[in-house]
């Protein structure tokens, strides 16, 4: 496979997982605080950096740099409410 394939699955995966994540929480399938919405998130934004990177559209990096962030800290701050 293609570096260029490559790249532009991983972009449509990422676009198809933030798509799908938000969509089972607007259908309230999915609880905004689960683990699997927010590993929806990192995974898709993971793949959306890597795409907007190597096509150089930088707006759309630095918003998936910042959605991912959001989403381990979401991550981390559910796993030690779990804890305590």
Excluded: D
Excluded at 9 to 29: E, F, Q, V
Excluded at 46 to 63: C, E, I, K, Q, R
Aim: charged share 10%.
């Amino acid at each position: 496979m293609q570096l260029h394939t490559f790249i532009e699955i991983l972009g449509w995966l990422g676009a198809s997982l933030i798509l799908g994540a938000y969509a089972l929480i607007s259908s309230a399938k999915l609880a905004a605080n689960s683990a699997l919405y927010q590993w929806m998130n990192v995974v898709g934004a993971a793949g959306f950096m890597v795409n907007g990177g190597y096509h150089g559209a930088w707006p759309s990096f630095g918003l998936n740099v910042i959605w991912l962030a959001i989403a381990i800290i979401a991550l981390r701050r559910n796993a030690r409410a779990r804890r305590t």
